[in-house]
């Protein structure tokens, strides 16, 4: 009887904070909100999405963000977020890594993201290819405290965990 290996699980931290701005649109976890503020950044702000990514990178020992998709590539300029996600995706599979889940804590003041949440659930699963009960949005408040709390910033934290497909030798 040929034994099959133990698959490999690795574990990953993400977090990113963006200044919010008038005259920007808000986009958050893949999806656009309607607010008169949106988040600042080279790409299109999507703190949310960056920490998910930054979790991927990290678990799967490819680095981060800012040295994978630099801020000065003009590539990179006002980019959709999702796009950077599905990048790390293909990366990883290339690599034989598989995501198990993705939970993704989500802290502004405003605007309110509890009628979002759902979405936000569907599209990083859609982009990652994964189950919707596997990827899981909190959002929480700063309690009116510091520079999240005054509704200057929004910042995201989010964990991940992955499986590699042990490959049997021939
Ligand atoms: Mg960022």
Same mark, same amino acid.
């Given at each position: 009887?040929?034994?099959?290996?133990?698959?490999?699980?690795?574990? @990953?931290?993400?977090?990113?904070?963006?200044?919010? &701005?008038?005259?920007? %649109?808000?986009?958050?976890?893949?999806?656009?909100? +309607?607010?008169?503020?949106?988040?600042?950044?080279?790409?299109?702000?999507? *703190? !949310?999405?960056?920490?998910?990514?930054?979790?991927?990178?990290?678990?799967?020992?490819?680095?981060?963000?800012?040295?994978?998709?630099?801020?000065?590539?003009? =590539?990179?300029?006002?980019?959709?977020? %999702?796009?950077?996600?599905?990048? &790390?995706?293909?990366?990883?599979? !290339? *690599?034989?890594?598989?995501? #198990?889940?993705?939970?993704?804590? #989500?802290?502004?003041?405003?605007?309110?993201?509890?009628?979002?949440?759902?979405?936000?659930?569907?599209? /990083?699963?859609?982009?990652?290819? /994964?189950?919707?009960? !596997?990827?899981?949005?909190?959002?929480?408040? +700063?309690?009116?405290?510091?520079?999240?709390?005054? @509704?200057?910033?929004?910042? +995201?934290?989010?964990? &991940?965990?992955?499986?590699? %497909? !042990? =490959? =049997?030798?021939?």
């Amino acid at each position: 009887m040929i034994e099959e290996p133990d698959p490999e699980y690795r574990t @990953g931290i993400g977090t990113d904070i963006h200044l919010l &701005v008038e005259g920007r %649109k808000l986009m958050l976890g893949g999806v656009q909100l +309607a607010y008169p503020a949106g988040l600042a950044g080279h790409s299109d702000g999507d *703190a !949310a999405i960056h920490a998910v990514i930054d979790a991927l990178l990290g678990a799967s020992g490819m680095g981060d963000i800012g040295t994978v998709f630099p801020d000065n590539d003009p =590539r990179y300029k006002g980019i959709d977020s %999702k796009q950077l996600l599905v990048e &790390v995706k293909d990366r990883l599979e !290339a *690599a034989y890594w598989r995501v #198990i889940n993705v939970d993704l804590i #989500i802290q502004a003041e405003e605007p309110s993201l509890k009628p979002v949440k759902g979405q936000m659930k569907r599209v /990083i699963a859609g982009l990652l290819g /994964i189950d919707f009960t !596997a990827v899981n949005v909190k959002a929480k408040t +700063a309690e009116g405290l510091g520079d999240i709390g005054a @509704g200057r910033a929004i910042a +995201a934290t989010a964990a &991940v965990l992955l499986r590699k %497909k !042990a =490959r =049997r030798r021939i």
